[in-house]
């Protein structure tokens, strides 16, 4: 089992920008594909972005697209989310996920082994 602890998250103008920063610890954290997905007030957790092992995979929500980059250092067992171009519609809790196992890019609920605990993400003026 690997241990997930988010940082970064925070208030942000429209059109602002944040990082948001996913520790690992536990299991072998290169092995695994990571995702992170979130989940505002009223409405279900859904996916954001996801990485493969070396970081060269990625694939996005369309409704993040081109504003948010997924990155990983493996060295550092750290994943991050960019977040630019920030609107009011991204507010929600930001959750850093791991694949179930080595084969899973995490782009599904049921894809994730492991969940961090969440990190609250406001774009309000």
């Known amino acids: 089992q690997v241990q997930l602890v988010e940082s970064g998250g925070g208030v942000v103008q429209p059109g602002g920008s944040l990082r948001l920063s996913c520790a690992a610890s536990g299991r072998t954290f290169s092995s695994y594909g990571m995702g992170w997905f979130r989940q505002a007030p009223g409405k279900e957790r859904e996916f954001v972005a996801t990485?493969?092992?070396?970081?060269?995979?990625?694939y996005y929500a369309d409704s993040v697209k081109g504003r948010f980059t997924i990155s990983r250092d493996n060295a550092k067992n750290t994943v991050y989310l960019q977040m630019n171009s920030l609107k009011p519609e991204d507010t929600a809790v930001y959750y850093c996920?791991?694949?179930?196992?080595?084969?899973?890019?995490?782009?599904?609920?049921?894809?994730?082994?492991?969940w961090g605990q969440g990190t609250q993400v406001t774009v309000s003026s």
């Open positions: 996920a791991a694949g179930r196992s080595t084969l899973v890019l995490p782009r599904r609920i049921n894809d994730v082994g492991s």
């Open positions: 990485v493969n092992w070396s970081g060269g995979i990625t």
